[in-house]
Structures are given as C-alpha cells and as structure tokens.
T-cell receptor
Framework: GQNIDQPTEMTATEGAIVQINCTYQ??????LFWYQQHAGEAPTFLSY??LDGLEEKGRFSSFLSRSKGYSYLLLKELQMKDSASYLC??????????WGAGTKLIIKP | IAGITQAPTSQILAAGRRMTLRCTQD?????MYWYRQDLGLGLRLIHY???????GKGEVPDGYSVSRANTDDFPLTLASAVPSQTSVYFC?????????????FGAGSRLTVL
C-alpha cells in the first residue's frame, strides 16, 4: 500500500530554524513535493525533489532520501508569515499525488 | 491575472439537492483535478482529467461526476448531496507532464450539506 506521514503540529520561535519531516511508503516513486497552505487559502508549491539530496531555495530547503522513504523541509530565519500548514506529497508510479495530512506550523514571537 | 477561478466560494446546501462547483483556468493547462480537503486528512483526489474530452476517477469518486468539454472548464457535480460531502473542495490544474508536475490550485469552495 501507499501512505505518507508527517507530524500534525509543530511550534517554533521567530528567527529560529525548524525541520518538518515526512516519511512515505510507495510501490513506485516519481518525486516528492512540498506545498504551503495558509489558513483558509489554497496550497502553493514550495519544492520538488526526485533525486537524493538537498535542494535549497532561499530560506527554504528540502531534502530527500529515496532509500529511506524520507524527506524534510527546512525553514530558516523563521518569520511570522511562515505560520501555515506544510503539505508533503509523493508522486506514485501512475504520476498521481498521494498527500500527507499536513503539518501545522505555529510561529511564536 | 492568470490562474484558476472557483465558484461559489461558499455554499450551504440541503441534503438531496444537486450542486455544481465551477472551475475555470486560463493557463491552457492540459490536466485538471478536483480534491476535497477534510480536517486531519490529506487532500483526496475525486476526479481528474488529463486532457480535454477525457476524465478519470480518483480516490473518492462516489457521489461526484465531472465533465471536460474544453481545456478551460472542469465542473464538479454532486447529483444528490449528502452530509458526508461537507468539505472544502479545491480545483487544480497542471501542464500534465510527467515529473515535476506542479499543481496550481484555486481558492477553494467551502460546501456545507445539512
């Protein structure tokens, strides 16, 4: 079967660094996505990993280990506007996205 | 501004009524999708369309139907609404190419079935 797990909620302090983990099980793999979703809004694309390693994009980085079925999203220099839910999704062998339930990130001053 | 437009933004509906959620995109994307999002669950795919004239069933298609008469429009119909269909519905589109198939989402339609 296929499933994808990520923590339900995390809390971090403004200016700090936070790592949001995502683990998945799948019979076929065509990439790992991270989306950001502010409350009451649509998800927006953050990153895509298909090869092992770290992809850096400004304050946000995403890491993938295909052998471990593991990814993380790293957010640096946290800002209050980073308070949102972060959705992990992997693309299966049929190129359909399987979504995690999302991690609600709360940033405190 | 290029993107996806969904309507209505919010709707309260009596059980048993028919409802169509509208979705229009102006990015000339080949693929379109309908998801529902419920608290504590990941986005679940209802139906999708890889190109105009074709549709497919997703993870939770029962009680819903779609059509794709042209590239831009992808309406979702609830033939006879039930309370379990209370949810936030997101329409999305993408180029449909394999690999980094990035989805662009509409703002969502919040549906309450009483």
């Amino acid at each position: 079967g296929q499933n994808i797990d990520q923590p339900t909620e995390m809390t971090a302090t403004e200016g700090a660094i936070v790592q949001i983990n995502c683990t998945y099980q799948t019979s076929g793999f065509n990439g790992l996505f991270w989306y950001q979703q502010h409350a009451g809004e649509a998800p927006t694309f953050l990153s895509y990993n298909v090869l092992d390693g770290l992809e850096e994009k400004g304050r946000f980085s995403s890491f993938l280990s295909r052998s471990k079925g593991y990814s993380y999203l790293l957010l640096k220099e946290l800002q209050m506007k980073d308070s949102a839910s972060y959705l992990c999704a992997h693309m299966d062998s049929n190129y359909q996205l399987i979504w995690g339930a999302g991690t609600k990130l709360i940033i405190k001053p | 501004i290029a993107g996806i437009t969904q309507a209505p933004t919010s709707q309260i509906l009596a059980a048993g009524r028919r409802m169509t959620l509208r979705c229009t995109q102006d990015m000339r994307h080949n693929a379109m999708y309908w998801y529902r999002q419920d608290l504590g669950l990941g986005l679940r795919l209802i139906h999708y369309s890889n190109t105009a004239g074709t549709t497919g069933k997703g993870e939770v298609p029962d009680g819903y139907s779609v059509s794709r008469a042209n590239t831009d429009d992808f309406p979702l119909t609830l033939a006879s609404a039930v309370p379990s269909q209370t949810s936030v519905y997101f329409c999305a589109s993408s180029t449909g190419k394999s690999g980094a198939n990035v989805l662009t989402f509409g703002a969502g339609s919040r549906l309450t079935v009483l």
